[in-house]
């Protein structure tokens, strides 16, 4: 198993559905991540788990909604969003709640509004 | 709030040659750490090279190696000996000490490395 693995890889979905992306990380670590890659834009952080508890939710908007049922798992609930919704979304994990600054990434999940 | 200012969105180097990406940020903080992070295509982004803002010392990793200028606030990254796997988005990164889970992103820097 890879250390951070997200499914789907690839979603296209109309603005009225519903849908879901999948997080899991293999490495034992205690935060998990969600960050939204859209191009030749900085990274945004979107929300973070330390031990299951949201610790950071960066004025995302509720059309987002993050769940973290355990350590190794990350969902992020998708629900009438808008096409300048569409972008890479990363997922990363790290030890020590994130002090050391390294993060373990996915390859990501490419979503994309029509 | 910290801002990280990467100005170069595209470069090219030839296979074996040297290149340099630049990076600078803002920020009124003392202690921090500075990260280069490496993303190929379609595949995961890696932590490349880290830097602690409190050693003079430059960090290098293998061919890896930054240019740490603190009065100037810049942080730029050397590839020596460039290879064909090199070829990625490179973003600079900044951290606040004690700022656990904050990490601060630049535009990033898509190389392509020439064979």
């Known amino acids: 198993e890879t250390g951070v693995t997200q499914t789907p890889r690839h979603l296209v979905m109309g603005m009225t559905n519903k849908k879901s992306l999948k997080c899991e990380q293999h490495?034992?670590?205690?935060?998990m991540y969600w960050y939204k890659q859209s191009a030749k834009k900085p990274l945004e952080l979107m929300f973070v788990?330390?031990?299951?508890?949201?610790?950071e939710n960066n004025s995302v908007p509720s059309r987002f909604s993050p769940e973290c049922p355990n350590s190794s798992h990350l969902f992020l609930h998708l629900h009438t969003l808008q096409p300048e919704d569409s972008a890479l979304y990363l997922c990363?994990?790290?030890?020590?709640?994130?002090?050391?600054?390294?993060?373990?990434f996915g390859e990501g999940s490419r979503l994309t509004v029509l | 709030a910290q801002t990280v200012t990467q100005s170069q969105p595209e470069m090219s180097v030839q296979e074996a040659e040297t290149v340099t990406l630049s990076c600078t940020y803002d920020?009124?903080?003392?202690?921090?750490?500075l990260f280069w992070y490496k993303q190929p295509p379609s595949r995961q982004m890696i932590l490349v090279i880290r830097?602690?803002?409190?050693?003079?010392q430059n960090a290098t990793e293998n061919r890896f190696s930054v240019n740490f200028q603190k009065a100037a606030k810049s942080f730029s990254l050397k590839i020596s000996d460039s290879q064909l796997g090199d070829t990625a988005m490179y973003f600079c990164?900044?951290?606040?000490?004690?700022?656990?889970?904050?990490?601060?992103f630049g535009s990033g820097t898509q190389l392509t490395v020439l064979p």
């Open positions: 990363a994990s790290s030890q020590d709640g994130g002090a050391s600054g390294e993060l373990f």
């Open positions: 490495l034992g670590h205690n935060a």
């Open positions: 788990y330390n031990f299951k508890e949201q610790t």
């Open positions: 920020t009124s903080e003392n202690n921090y750490y």
């Open positions: 830097q602690e803002a409190y050693k003079q």
């Open positions: 990164a900044f951290m606040r000490v004690g700022s656990a889970r904050q990490l601060t």
